[in-house]
């Protein structure tokens, strides 16, 4: 008797544990209030579009993740996912399920993870989940409800789909983000962001939720002012909604058969992909076009130079924080210092304690520089060294700037580019001790070179033609040409003192930029000039005394 009761017990408690976490049937695509979704197991929409299951990055096996992928590509293609930031471990003892009128994931220690969080009073036990043919999945109360709860395309990660949005709430004062993955085997939030404004119905990227670099221009009923490329209008159709609740873009495609996704890329670029007949997908569109316009790309401390390959590389001095993310294409991570900066270092000798500056021409200057106010190059270098957070600085014509802490966005110009500025970068002094040795050669050679050809645009023509040894010495021999007309302006008020040549050989200040290069009285009227050298009768009146 007692064995036939524990029996029907133990059958009682099965029924009820399958009756109310039904596995879904094979091919379906809705969870119902008492099935649940684990393992590898899947839905398929109604067309066999899209898919939805469990599933990780190649490369990253040990994180999983609810995603949303194309059913019919054979490279897995992610358009969608739940849980970005809060991977789980353990898909088959991982659940996705109906509780208390949402939708829930609940983690391997059955510890709910993500939910899509509606305040309702819907019974449980009508609710249901629903993968649609556009890709969007649905909780609605019921099967034939037109009305949801709640769907993931009002919660984009990084890809725009055909009939979504990325949209500006009005009741809640919040927009609709399609956010970058943190790198291509991370799809946690990345920096790089599309939002819309409203008031001028345009789309902005921003790096950081705040430093905005690019914009469609405002919309005119047809094109983005900015995105002229749309007036083609052979693939897809925008239109603009705007009611009391929000305003927001959507689009569809002229010919449903192709298949077309935007997607807020890890390279901080809009791109636009469509599927071709070989099952690949082929970028036609991107923004903005440049890859280094994109804000902050190679992170602090890197330069970006869009005519090379990567196009990110680290400071002088620096190296990547992460190989691994410059790897994949991720650069945001930026670049550290090698060997740290001696400013208050009481403890290292004197010719080493002293921090220094590399001279970096050409450049697109970082972003966030301090005016100091300084008179001359000289100065702005002593203001920079004065500060130990101070980590470069520039001094032309536009007065003197300083950096303190990180340099973001740093860009190496083509030298066409005439908007190219030199930029002063700190580093150590051991930094510098290579060509050292050549100090000697190089300024006796310079110091009866240079007219300290006689113009700054002749200069590189100096050292070639001076001695094998020069062009290997670039960077050095044009200080000692520069530091040599200094020396010898006409007016000997402008010459600097002896104290300031020291450190300008050394490394630590730099040659004021604004000297002349006519030395007319300097050199007296016998000064000739003849393959590069010159000889002359130096008036003694006119040399300043030692300093």
């Not at 100065?379 to 980590?391: P, V």
């Not at 023509?461 to 010495?473: G, K, Y």
Request: glycine residues 8%; charged residues 15%; hydrophobic residues 35%.
């Amino acid at each position: 008797m007692g064995v036939r009761t524990n029996s029907y017990f133990i059958f009682s408690l099965l029924f009820l544990f399958f009756t109310f976490n039904l596995p879904i049937s094979h091919g379906s695509d809705t969870i119902s209030a008492n099935q649940s979704l684990s393992g590898d197991q899947t839905l398929v929409s109604a067309n066999g579009t899209f898919k939805l299951g469990f599933y990780n990055q190649p490369g990253n096996s040990s994180n999983y993740y609810i995603c949303i992928v194309y059913n019919k590509v054979s490279l897995r293609t992610i358009v969608w996912i739940a849980n970005r930031d809060k991977p789980i471990s353990d898909k088959y003892s991982s659940v996705l399920k109906i509780m208390d009128g949402n939708l829930v994931l609940l983690n391997e220690s059955q510890i709910p993870i993500w939910s899509t969080n509606q305040n309702s009073s819907t019974a449980s036990s009508s609710v249901v989940a629903v993968l649609g043919d556009d890709g969007n999945l649905v909780v609605k109360d019921g099967f034939n409800s037109t009305q949801p709860i709640w769907q993931s395309f009002d919660f984009p990660t990084n890809t725009w789909l055909p009939g979504g949005k990325i949209a500006y709430n009005k009741r809640t004062r919040t927009h609709q983000n399609l956010t970058s993955w943190k790198n291509s085997e991370d799809p946690s939030q990345g920096l790089f962001s599309l939002s819309l404004i409203a008031d001028t119905k345009e789309y902005v990227i921003s790096w950081n939720g705040s430093e905005r670099y690019w914009t469609s221009g405002s919309w005119n009923g047809q094109i983005f002012s900015l995105v002229p490329e749309m007036s083609l209008n052979y693939l897809f159709n925008f239109s603009y909604v705007d009611n009391e609740n929000e305003s927001y873009f959507t689009y569809s495609m002229y010919n449903p058969m192709t298949i077309l996704r935007f997607v807020m890329d890890v390279s901080g670029q809009m791109q636009m992909t469509r599927l071709e007949t070989s099952g690949q997908w082929n970028l036609f569109w991107s923004q903005p076009r440049v890859q280094c316009k994109v804000y902050a790309f190679c992170g602090a401390f890197g330069t970006c130079n869009q005519i090379t390959q990567p196009f990110c590389n680290c400071l002088e001095g620096f190296s990547p924080k992460s190989v691994g993310d410059w790897n994949l294409s991720d650069y945001s991570g930026g670049c550290v210092r090698e060997t740290g900066l001696q400013c208050g270092n009481t403890g290292v000798a004197n010719q080493e304690s002293t921090d220094k500056f590399y001279e970096y021409p050409n450049v697109g200057l970082p972003d966030n520089s301090l005016s100091v106010a300084s008179s001359s190059a000289a100065g702005c270098a002593s203001s920079c060294l004065n500060n130990c957070s101070c980590t470069a600085y520039s001094y032309d014509n536009n007065g003197c700037s300083i950096w303190i802490g990180e340099l973001v966005n740093l860009q190496k110009l083509s030298p066409n580019d005439g908007s190219g500025r030199t930029l002063y970068l700190r580093l150590a002094a051991s930094e510098f001790s290579k060509g050292k040795e050549n100090k000697g050669i190089i300024i006796g050679t310079v110091a009866g070179s240079v007219v300290k050809k006689a113009r700054e645009d002749q200069l590189l023509d100096i050292v070639e033609n001076l001695n094998e040894e020069m062009p290997e010495n670039r960077e050095e021999m044009l200080r000692m040409i520069r530091i040599a007309a200094w020396c010898l302006q006409n007016d000997p008020t402008k010459r600097p003192l002896m104290s300031t040549v020291v450190k300008v050989l050394e490394g630590v200040m730099e040659v004021d930029p604004s000297i002349s290069y006519n030395f007319t009285h300097a050199m007296g009227s016998a000064a000739s000039v003849a393959n590069g050298h010159v000889s002359a009768t130096l008036q003694a009146s006119v040399l300043s005394n030692p300093r």
